[in-house]
């Protein structure tokens, strides 16, 4: 691996400190994300990962422990150097809107990090070009559907061209294509670009495609692993509300229903060849 | 309640410069005890048809009928409110429906806006928050002091304590855990079933759309280009294509394992549980020397 982007040492942070029967929404975190991994952290609803987001780019600062991003300890001083590197996608679009226009919206960050304005233009264009939303340049961000607001927050993050780029459930609105389609360019740009990603979501089949996987628990880190370290955990998963993967769910469900299931196959595909492995060797 | 919309056109900012066409001749029939979901790719018109269904958009043209209610284009729609009492939507982003100082008040905000009696109101906030897997002590927070989940929990809680007839949801189960997600589709299948509810859903979902609903309708480009029994929709993989969806993954695997194993399954299976019962029993079958 190489050298960490972002790192949590021990990091607590409780959104009401004053009150001490409000448990904190993050507790005694520690975990480092290296640079060009793609990390996807999941967890149940209210398990603490919006926080840590937040807490990633310096919207909160910890009760507790550090932040370190892009080789720097987050603080007031080095908050600014920190999110211009950083990209990242609320989970509710509207909330993250500022521009009068599609095209104001996206290039509002890069006026901040002062872009100049002809990369600026270009820049715009091609992010929006790659979510697919060019032909709405002078559209108003709040009057657009679900999928269309994503995708245009998605688009302001990619011309930040960060190093880290934080999703936080940013395809949640979009049809399954589409969903491919994103995550297929946000693939492709890592390879060109040496880009990390971090992405909070709640599609197992999405955390399945990453480097390591991240499992929140009430503010707790209850396990991190590659996907197939994490996903052959099963029921600790389920109890956390949590869940597998379509073909190992399958594979349990046919195993139920009396067909002998190795329980290696993680696709789709794997487990149609196993069943026929199975059914031609009689 | 039978709802009826009759070649609906809608454009949003209708003769102004930022005049944009979103609908265009949808004509939808969802009978009264139906579970229709539509489906269609990122901006083809679903949320706007929901609007319709309780008349928070009236139509630039055409009709709708909601019950005995005739919304027309071209005349002002007055005193909606025993449409709004009746038709309960969940609105794609959380946010847009929550606005309360607290969450209990949120809840029963609409109960008491129907007339429903304080006492009565409350309890039905307590229990739902309840089912609805909310954590203790959420009651007397701010609805905007919670996680994403939450919020869309608190969200569904408040349209659910209006006890509507109509339930009208919109991507109910983004942000949802997947245990959430199945719990509260499955308490919607509930209240569906033992209520007799319509129940209306827009979803990306193929697998939720093929779990729950009986008839499916397509949006593409503004326009209802299909309807019909679920079956019959994720059957037919081309007309999917055409209007860039995908069937199901349990739809998806039954195809591949027909194809690989020469066996045919007896029917399209909607859930995965009834595709591995049907796979085990072709396998079954078919080693069984004839
Ligand atoms: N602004 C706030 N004020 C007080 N408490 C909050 C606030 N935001 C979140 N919380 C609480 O902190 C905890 C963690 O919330 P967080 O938003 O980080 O969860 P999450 O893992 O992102 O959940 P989800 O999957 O629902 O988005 C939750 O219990 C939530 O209720
Ligand atoms: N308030 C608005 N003002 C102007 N145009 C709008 C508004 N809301 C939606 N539109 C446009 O109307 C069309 C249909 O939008 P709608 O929200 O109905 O789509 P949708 O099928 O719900 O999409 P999604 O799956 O992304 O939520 C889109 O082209 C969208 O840009
Ligand atoms: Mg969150
Ligand atoms: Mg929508």
Redesign the pocket.
């Known amino acids: 691996m190489k050298g960490s982007i972002l790192s949590f040492e021990q990091v607590t942070f409780t959104y009401v400190p004053e009150d001490e029967a409000v448990k904190p929404a993050v507790s005694d975190l520690s975990f480092s994300i290296g640079e060009g991994e793609w990390v996807a952290l999941v967890g149940h609803n209210g398990s603490g990962k919006s926080t840590i987001a937040k807490l990633m780019n310096g919207l909160l600062f910890p009760q507790q422990g550090t932040v370190q991003a892009m080789g720097l300890k987050m603080s007031e001083e080095s908050l600014w150097n920190i999110r211009s590197q950083m990209g990242m996608v609320f989970q509710n679009p509207d909330n993250q809107f500022v521009g009068a226009t599609v095209q104001d919206d996206v290039a509002f960050a890069l006026e901040n990090n002062g872009v100049p304005h002809e990369e600026m233009v270009v820049r715009v264009r091609e992010s929006l070009q790659q979510v697919k939303m060019a032909d ?1 340049l002078d ?2 961000p ?9 995708r245009v927050a998605i688009a302001g993050a990619l011309a930040l061209r960060p190093r880290l780029l934080i999703l936080d459930e940013a395809t949640s ?3 399954p294509q589409g969903r491919r389609e994103v995550i297929e360019t946000i693939r492709e740009l890592r390879e060109a670009t040496g880009l990390t990603v971090l992405s909070i979501t709640h599609d197992l089949e999405e955390a399945a495609l990453a480097d390591r996987v991240l499992v929140m628990n009430a503010g707790h880190k209850q396990m991190e692993g590659t996907p197939d370290e994490v996903f052959s955990s099963g029921e600790e998963l389920t109890e956390m509300g949590l869940d597998l993967p379509f073909a190992m769910r399958m594979a349990g469900l046919l195993k139920q229903a009396g067909v002998p299931m190795t329980g290696e196959s993680m696709t789709e595909h794997e487990l149609v060849e196993e069943l026929w492995t199975y059914y031609s060797s009689k | 309640m039978d709802i009826l919309l009759k070649q609906v056109g809608y454009s ?2 209708k003769d102004t410069p ?1 005049e ?1 066409r ?2 265009t001749d949808v004509t939808l029939h969802i009978p009264s005890g139906s579970y229709t979901a539509i489906i ?11 609007q319709h269904l309780n008349a928070l958009l009236q139509p630039t043209e055409g009709s709708v009928l909601i019950g005995e209610r005739k919304i027309e284009a071209g005349t002002k729609a007055k005193n909606l409110r025993d449409v709004r009492k009746k038709v309960g939507i969940v609105f ?1 982003f959380p946010e847009q429906q929550l606005f309360d100082e607290t969450v209990l008040k949120d809840i029963m905000f609409g109960p008491l806006n129907f007339g429903v009696p304080e006492e009565e109101a409350r309890r039905r906030a307590i229990a739902l928050v309840e089912q609805l897997g909310l954590p203790e002590g959420v009651l007397e927070k701010s609805p905007f002091d919670l996680s994403g989940g939450q919020m869309r929990r608190v969200a569904i809680a408040g349209v659910l304590a209006m006890e509507p007839d109509v339930l009208v949801l ?2 109910p189960t983004a942000g949802l855990d997947p245990r959430g997600r199945r719990e509260i589709m499955d308490l919607f299948y509930r209240l569906h079933q033992e209520k007799g509810l319509t129940t209306v859903l ?1 979803t ?1 979902s193929m697998e939720d759309a093929a779990r729950y609903a009986d008839t499916v309708a397509i ?1 593409h480009g ?1 326009k209802c280009v299909a309807t019909g029994d679920v079956r019959d929709v994720f059957a037919n993989e081309e007309q999917l294509g055409d209007y860039r969806l995908e069937p199901p993954r349990t739809v998806r695997m039954q195809r591949e394992f027909e194809e690989k194993t020469g066996l045919t399954l007896d029917e399209l299976a909607l859930t995965e549980e009834a595709l591995a019962r049907s796979i085990a029993q072709a396998l079954t079958e078919g080693r069984e020397p004839k």
């Open positions: 709405y559209h108003e709040h009057h657009l559907s679900g999928g269309q607001k994503q609105m979009l049809d | 949003y900012a930022f944009k979103a609908l269609g790719h990122t901006g083809s018109g679903k949320s706007t048809v929901l794609q919109d991507e827009v990306h949006m503004g």
